[in-house]
């Protein structure tokens, strides 16, 4: 019974301390923000890797999600009989909840385990080790311009998920429901409102953050070579989508809780 | 010489990592100007001697002065200050896979602004040549490099900002015999133009004789001899005779694991 007690606050005291960690790397990490050298060009190839070229996975996943979105919801109004509500719930489903994290998880499966590879793979081999020689500190270089870059380009790619998760409904709605496409855009636009759409961006921003932060912190702390770096991979995406599962529910909470 | 202040001093220098004691105590005077070659088997802590010096590990206890001043007690400017007067050859290169030769090569001036990224390629060129590379290697991503030209890239890293410190990590690790030979003459030359204090790790007793003024055998995390380096092999120091010679039976025993 003690083993147990004590394994448990091991795991407790582990998970304090991790936290801990991952909080005061993300704090130096934001702390070079505020001081020079920027490295712009840096932030740009960043921000051209995350909006720029997550844009195909991301709108496609958008497209589909709003095409089983109204289907399933026509399935399922027509037995009350209010199909009619099937526009309204696909934007706000999609504006609110499904637009972020759809957009957030794909990021995090593409974006956080190519930072952690990438980084894990520099810190193996001494790459990190070689910028402190080369008189650049490692977390400028490296962290800075990533989380910024996240953070500025997640809201972007929601903004694109949420336009084509509503055309993926409307797709359905028009050419399979029945609906017509004036009724549909009408209904979608006076039932949309503008903060279902900042709030999703707000959670947007928020999960940029986490999704580089936890890539590079993988990344940065992974030991032992191959086997190290691949680790370090799989923990950025597993970590990061938990943490956006928990962040949504606690940003929906402070945007719409009654 | 010996009333000089040596250009490093190192005193009573502790390092431990968990229970395993790496650095027990070491004691270390390293000239202005001149080669000095630490010796010692694998696990001995040469290594970790370099990176406590170069500020990459923070040693447990002890002393390390450059110009007579102790770095450990310094601020993180002044110990930027410190660092940017020193270039380094890691054992494996490190060269940064995202950029091209001629940016690993300028990386430091590019990071500080003293050279725009147009002058760097000349700056490049320049500085590949005095490795004996052409000019085109610069437009090569390291992945294209073979092991030898991968070294001659990183020695020309190392020496393109003029430290007058340069630190040398196993420099001929890997090479063929002649292709050892080779970079060990480069690193003569390159060290001799620039009037630099060099530093090198190695267990290669032909490689420490060609680029070593002075030699000092690391073991079990002491200094237990120091000399010229032309007398390895007739030290009259039973172990440094041992390392030397690569014999079996002598004072030093392999631990194995059982």
Not at chain 1, 152 to 177: H, Q, S, Y
Not at chain 2, 71 to 80: G, P
């Amino acid at each position: 019974m003690l083993n147990l007690v004590a394994a448990i606050g091991r795991a407790v005291l582990s998970a304090c301390r991790t936290v801990g960690t991952v909080a005061l790397f993300a704090l130096e990490g934001l702390s070079h923000l505020l001081r020079p050298p920027f490295y712009g060009r840096l932030f740009l190839k960043h921000l051209a890797e995350i909006a720029y070229f997550s844009l195909p996975v991301v709108a496609l996943t958008a497209i589909f999600t709003g095409m089983v979105l109204a289907l399933q919801s026509y399935t399922g109004f027509a037995r009350f009989n209010a199909e009619g509500a099937v526009a309204n719930v696909v934007v706000l489903s999609i504006t609110r909840e499904l637009g972020p994290v759809i957009a957030a998880l794909m990021a995090a499966g593409r974006i956080g385990a190519a930072f952690a590879a990438e980084i894990g793979t520099m810190r193996v081999t001494d790459q990190i080790d070689a910028l402190t020689t080369l008189s650049t500190n490692p977390m400028k270089y490296l962290v800075a311009p990533r989380l910024i870059a996240g953070v500025i380009a997640m809201p972007f790619l929601v903004l694109v998920a949420d336009i084509l998760g509503v055309m993926g409904g409307w797709l359905i709605g028009t050419t399979k429901l029945g609906f017509s496409s004036a009724g549909y855009l009408k209904a979608t636009l006076d039932f949309l409102e503008v903060m279902d759409v900042v709030s999703g961006l707000v959670k947007a921003a928020v999960f940029g953050f986490v999704i580089t932060l936890m890539g590079s912190w993988c990344g940065y702390t992974s030991r032992g070579g191959a086997q190290g770096v691949g680790a370090a991979t799989t923990a950025a995406v597993v970590a990061s989508s938990i943490l956006i599962l928990a962040l949504d529910y606690i940003i929906t909470e402070m945007f719409f809780a009654a | 010489m010996s009333g000089a202040v040596p250009k490093i001093r190192l005193r009573g220098l502790v390092k431990a990592f968990g229970e395993k004691k790496v650095l027990d105590g070491v004691d270390l005077d390293i000239h202005a100007g001149r080669g000095m070659v630490i010796l010692g088997g694998s696990g001995s802590g040469k290594s970790v001697t370099i990176k406590c010096i170069l500020g990459l590990i923070e040693p447990d206890a002890g002393l390390i002065e450059v110009d007579g001043r102790n770095v450990l007690a310094m601020n993180r400017r002044e110990r930027e200050a410190v660092n940017d007067r020193i270039g380094m050859l890691f054992q494996n290169g490190a060269l940064f896979d995202s950029l091209p030769v001629w940016e690993n090569v300028c990386f430091k001036l590019l990071a500080q602004k003293r050279i725009t990224r147009r002058a760097a390629r000349d700056k490049a060129a320049e500085v590949l040549a005095q490795v004996g590379l052409a000019a085109s290697v610069g437009d090569l991503s390291p992945a294209e490099l073979s092991g030898g030209m991968q070294k001659r890239v990183g020695l020309a890293r190392a020496i393109a900002a003029e430290p007058d410190i340069i630190f040398f990590d196993e420099p001929t690790t890997g090479l063929d015999p002649i292709m050892g030979a080779v970079i060990d003459g480069l690193i003569v030359d390159v060290v001799k133009r620039l009037g630099a204090t060099a530093v090198s790790i190695t267990h290669d007793m032909a490689s420490a004789r060609r680029i070593g003024d002075d030699a000092a055998m690391l073991h079990k995390g002491r200094i237990v001899w120091t000399g010229p380096a032309a007398l390895l092999g007739n030290t009259g120091n039973a172990m440094v005779d041992q390392f030397a010679r690569g014999e079996r039976e002598g004072p030093i025993q392999m631990e194995l694991r059982r």
